[in-house]
């Protein structure tokens, strides 16, 4: 996981990925503001991002997640998201296996998770099988706007 914020990024792209630099760069030529919500290609199927509107939910009606083929990178646009993160367990069984077909499973509550915050442009990158929760509400349930990059494990080396 790595977290950081938009302003300041260009200058640690030195300890980024290269795949994680090139789709912020792009993202950042991107009019995001004119763009409805939806999936928007940057490289194909290899890099992609999807325009979000959601609305943050109570922690217990949020689940935890894991991808294997695709990285996320959560940009907050606008808004104020709480973001869980818990070490992976290979013990620990999906209660909902998406993996082949949408590359997502969802697991019970970690016994261990943290929690954090982001708000308007900041970040977090989840490599594919770091556990994460997006969606928790910082408070009350609010609106935010967010663009999800996803980039497959290729372009890691994975």
């Given at each position: 996981?790595?977290?950081?914020?938009?302003?300041?990024?260009?200058?640690?792209?030195?300890?980024?990925?290269?795949?994680?630099?090139?789709?912020?760069?792009?993202?950042?030529?991107?009019?995001l503001a004119?763009?409805?919500?939806?999936?928007?290609?940057?490289?194909?199927?290899?890099?992609?991002?999807?325009?979000?509107?959601?609305?943050?939910?109570?922690?217990?009606?949020?689940r935890a997640?894991?991808?294997?083929?695709?990285?996320?990178?959560?940009?907050?646009?606008?808004?104020?998201?709480?973001?869980?993160?818990?070490?992976?367990?290979?013990?620990?069984?999906?209660?909902?296996?998406?993996?082949?077909?949408?590359?997502?499973?969802?697991?019970?509550?970690?016994?261990?998770?943290?929690?954090?915050?982001?708000?308007?442009?900041?970040?977090?990158?989840f490599l594919?099988?770091?556990?994460?929760?997006?969606?928790?509400?910082?408070?009350?349930?609010?609106?935010?706007?967010?663009?999800?990059?996803?980039?497959?494990?290729?372009?890691?080396?994975?």
């Amino acid at each position: 996981m790595y977290l950081d914020n938009l302003a300041n990024w260009s200058g640690n792209k030195a300890v980024l990925p290269a795949a994680v630099a090139r789709a912020l760069d792009a993202l950042q030529a991107e009019d995001l503001a004119a763009k409805a919500p939806g999936r928007y290609a940057i490289d194909g199927d290899r890099i992609f991002f999807l325009l979000q509107e959601i609305t943050t939910k109570p922690l217990a009606d949020t689940r935890a997640e894991i991808h294997r083929a695709y990285a996320d990178v959560q940009v907050v646009l606008s808004g104020h998201e709480r973001y869980g993160v818990a070490p992976g367990d290979a013990r620990v069984s999906p209660v909902e296996d998406r993996l082949a077909k949408d590359d997502i499973a969802f697991l019970p509550p970690p016994a261990s998770e943290n929690f954090f915050d982001l708000q308007d442009g900041m970040f977090v990158v989840f490599l594919p099988g770091e556990v994460h929760r997006p969606g928790c509400a910082a408070g009350q349930p609010a609106p935010v706007r967010k663009v999800v990059i996803k980039i497959h494990r290729e372009l890691f080396g994975l």
